[in-house]
């Protein structure tokens, strides 16, 4: 499946959906935002507030385009992590995702049929996903809060907030707000969706080779010779940041995530201009336009000038501000992510190589439960129990950290380095 994105402006088929979940998002953070910061409480974990949205108003709701009724999940848990231990900037939270209301779609590159948008600068996912995993989200948000809070380096996807709409007689759809793994700013030369399995973990090579944004999978990394080029001191940090993370996993019995690695090659650099139609400049009428190269701002100049912007008139937001050069500021506070956002490869003297991996855990809602335990027990009957990708918690874990191991350079599972509690 190919990864570009389709701008929903008005007139698409999802504008309305797009237009209810960023009027939800909008009036449901600011509103708990502005409240005065107060320590979390087990109901905080359970809480959920509705909105109901007309054309009219009320004093509690401003006035929308559309009828609908959205509902915030446990806003407090999700201002805490966003404000204290994913860094992120509150304002800019906002203004990313609702400052001009356009996403881009990116359709549902995945088997389970979820959606799922990026904000228009590209920092932020937007992922529909089914009640049962909405369901399981909920569940297990004390031990994620509980975890993101002893290991502020985790590589588990990071939530910003768990939503759900529903416009009179539809469906009810709910979504997670997460990071995007991948840059505004740099192109991927090579993706892979990574789980420690061969049973079907290929991405036929005749149409990767005609495809720079093919998401390639276990079989592809093996045949293509790959390793994750990391010095000693970035291997220990990094298996063992891994390994605490699936020991979580396991524990809330979560199966079928994937480590995702986008590699940026710094020899070709931006060239192939791989995100050019994610990273449109979007003018009124949603046609998107290329950016010239020599418009790009330089690290911290667009910022800077997207702040000064903001602030002078949101207006003039969609020409001038809307690309962030850098690796987003929360980037900094993050191990992982500190070399442009991602992990520079090093060699075993920990000299920089010309790559920068982008890489985190992805798709951690699923739980082991009766209908994963059929299809393995059908599965089972034709292939080799322990290739199918679908195996428990138990297995699945030690399979994935297995692999991970043997995609590393020299990666020796003994060493257990210090260092990652430190808050950064
Ligand atoms: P399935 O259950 O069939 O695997 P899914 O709908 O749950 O699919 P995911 O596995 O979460 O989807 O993601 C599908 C693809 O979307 C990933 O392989 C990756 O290319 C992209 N993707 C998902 N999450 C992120 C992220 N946080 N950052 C960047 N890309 C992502
Ligand atoms: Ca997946
Ligand atoms: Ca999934």
């Not at 080799?384 to 020796?412: E, K, Q």
Request: glycine share 6%; hydrophobic share 35%.
């Amino acid at each position: 499946k190919v990864l570009v994105g389709n701008l929903v402006g008005e007139g698409h088929r999802n504008y309305v959906l797009m237009y209810n979940m960023l009027t939800g998002i909008r009036v449901a953070v600011s509103r708990c935002q502005a409240k005065i910061k107060r320590p979390i409480t087990d109901e905080d974990y359970l809480a959920r507030h509705k909105y109901s949205f007309d054309m009219l108003g009320n004093e509690l709701t401003p006035s929308a385009r559309y009828d609908f009724k959205f509902k915030d999940y446990a806003p407090w848990v999700f201002r805490e992590l966003r404000d204290e231990h994913f860094h992120l900037d509150p304002a800019d939270y906002l203004l990313s995702l609702t400052a001009k209301y356009i996403l881009s779609e990116l359709g549902s590159p995945g088997k389970s049929g979820s959606f799922f948008y990026y904000s228009r600068d590209y920092r932020f996912i937007i992922k529909t996903i089914s009640h049962s995993e909405h369901a399981f989200l909920r569940s297990i948000l004390k031990d994620y809060h509980e975890h993101v809070r002893s290991n502020p380096h985790t590589l588990l996807s990071r939530f910003y907030g768990l939503h759900r709409v529903k416009i009179p007689r539809g469906r009810k759809i709910h979504f997670v707000i997460m990071n995007n793994l991948f840059p505004p700013h740099r192109d991927i030369h090579e993706t892979y969706d990574l789980k420690g399995s061969a049973f079907g973990r290929e991405y036929p090579e005749d149409k990767a080779a005609n495809n720079p944004r093919a998401v390639l999978k276990d079989k592809n990394w093996v045949n293509r010779g790959r390793t994750l080029e990391l010095g000693p001191e970035k291997r220990a940090l990094l298996t063992e940041q891994l390994r605490r993370d699936m020991e979580f996993l396991k524990r809330v019995h979560v199966m079928d995530y994937s480590l995702l690695i986008g590699i940026h090659n710094m020899e070709r650099g931006n060239r192939d201009n791989l995100r050019a139609n994610t990273l449109a400049v979007f003018h009124p009428n949603t046609e998107p336009v290329r950016r010239k190269p020599s418009a790009v701002k330089s690290h911290g100049e667009a910022h800077n000038v997207r702040k000064a912007v903001v602030r002078a008139d949101p207006k003039r937001l969609d020409t001038v501000a809307q690309l962030p050069q850098d690796g987003s500021d929360d980037r900094r506070h993050f191990l992982f992510y500190q070399d442009e956002g991602g992990l520079r490869a090093t060699d075993e003297q920990n000299n920089p190589l010309d790559a920068i991996y982008y890489l985190g855990v992805i798709d951690i809602c699923t739980p082991y439960n009766t209908s994963k335990r059929i299809e393995h027990a059908w599965k089972s009957m034709t292939e080799n129990a322990v290739t199918i990708s679908c195996v428990d918690p138990v297995t699945y874990g030690h399979r994935f950290i297995d692999f991970l191991m043997s995609v590393m350079r020299g990666g020796d599972p003994n060493i257990r380095p210090p260092g990652l509690e430190t808050p950064a």
